[in-house]
């Protein structure tokens, strides 16, 4: 089964900013909406950004609107979707999830097929 793959987590201080990528080759997955989603330990998986095929329609997490970006480019056939965070806050550290399938709200909801193996950011204070 074909998932998409994450990169880009790691540790910065409170104010910083991080930028993970998510990467789909060719092929269904690349077809889809995709969304990045985040889950802190002992908290439920949540949505945080999610973008729909032509990149013209998005949703934010009300935590994050105003401080996270989610873009989406075209590369070869495959598509990599990026989340650019900043002013990152400590309530930010999570493992975050890329996820693709569709439709868009089904992203939104995490009703999701196709799941990355996620990335650790972790903010200090």
């Known amino acids: 089964q074909v998932r998409p793959v994450e990169s880009g987590g790691g540790l910065v201080q409170a104010g910083g900013s991080l930028r993970l990528s998510c990467t789909a080759p060719?092929?269904?997955?690349?077809?889809?909406?995709m969304g990045w989603f985040r889950q802190a330990p002992g908290l439920e998986r949540e949505a945080v950004a999610v973008?729909?095929?032509?990149?013209?329609?998005?949703?934010?997490a009300e935590s994050v609107k105003g401080r996270f970006t989610i873009s989406r480019d075209y590369v070869g056939g495959g598509v990599t979707v990026y989340l650019q965070m900043n002013s990152l806050k400590p309530e930010d550290t999570a493992v975050y999830y890329c996820?693709?399938?569709?439709?868009?709200?089904?992203?939104?909801?995490?009703?999701?097929?196709?799941w990355g193996q996620g990335t650790q950011v972790t903010v200090s204070s």
């Open positions: 996820a693709a399938d569709a439709p868009f709200a089904a992203v939104v909801r995490g009703n999701v097929g196709s």
């Open positions: 973008i729909n095929l032509s990149g013209t329609s998005t949703f934010y």
């Open positions: 060719r092929g269904t997955l690349s077809m889809r909406p």
